[in-house]
């Protein structure tokens, strides 16, 4: 092999300057083109800060602004439905979700009532975005303001309230009563939240004393059983006595009615059968045989009639055939 090499000679064509400003141009377009972009969703509302000064909102669609920083865009969701959750935290939703208790969970969750008693509660707070200006430059940290406002006011709520009423019967009232407050001091201080739905998910009392509070609740229900068993019977058997009264006293009543109205009616049947027997003294006392005979002669079987001047009717009777029978 020969060891001498030729040099190569590479030439490296020579760019236009022009072309080199034209794509520089065409990048920065780019650039400013998608920073000027921007979408919002159908349940978001987009506000626009200039220099961090709030200028207008965006309603849901394709729109512009200023690009480099000039105009910042936020997204506010406030067709969504927001969800706080105190004394447990979801670890994964889904059909079946799995939930734990943190610290800060356990933390909320514990409250004394106002009987002195200690309960474990567990709620959620269901609610929507209906001002983004409030809601972004009202009040600052308006989720954990929000979160702050809801502990302070259930744990105001409950106070007022015996571990009973918590517990079981007014546990509904409760956080209607809690949801109502907590709209009120939203408006109040116009963080732009609207409280759809406050919920107790479950309230009990601390573990260390649930046995015995679970015997309580099982003597105070078998007390109420047996309080409605005895209304119950209370209820059946007083008012059948009570009927029963009523009836005896408007059959005696209905009897006297009968009894006085026959007397006047004897009474004034005896007056008027004597106004005429003092009128016409024979044919009022014809009148009356003949009367008390329509009475009793139809009730007669057999009937014997004799004339007056006979003497022995003891032949007619026929006795004999009587004693045989």
Sequence with gaps: MRGDFQPIDFKIPKIKFSI?????????????????????????LGVILRFGKFVRTADPGLHFKLPLGIEKLTKVPVQRQLKLEFGFRT?????????????????????????????????????KIKDAYNYLFKIRNPE???????????????????????????????????????????????????????????????????????????????????????????NQEIPRATGEAEQVLRGAEGYATERVNRAVGDAALFTSVYREYARAPIVTRKRLYIETLNDILPKIKKKVIVDEKLRNVLPLLNLGEEVKK
């Design 144 to 234: 954990d303001t929000f979160r702050y406002m809801n502990e302070a006011m259930v744990r105001r709520i409950v106070g007022d309230n015996s571990v009973d009423e918590v517990i079981t019967v007014g546990r509904a009232r409760i956080a209607n009563e809690a949801k109502d407050e907590l709209q009120h001091l939203c408006d109040l201080y116009e963080i732009g939240i609207d409280v759809n739905q406050l919920i107790f998910q479950d309230v009990n009392p601390p573990d260390a004393v649930k046995p015995s509070f679970n015997e309580v609740n099982e003597a105070i229900q078998e007390k109420e059983r047996k309080i409605n068993e005895a209304w119950s019977e209370y």
């Design 91 to 127: 670890a994964r939703p889904g059909i079946r979700s799995e939930y734990r208790v943190t610290p800060e969970a356990a933390r909320e969750a514990i409250m004394l009532t106002g009987d002195l008693n200690v309960v474990v509660a567990e709620w959620i707070v269901q609610y």
């Design 20 to 44: 080199i400003r034209g794509v520089i141009i065409g990048i920065v377009a780019v650039i400013l083109l998608i920073g000027s972009i921007y979408q919002v969703s159908p349940e978001e």
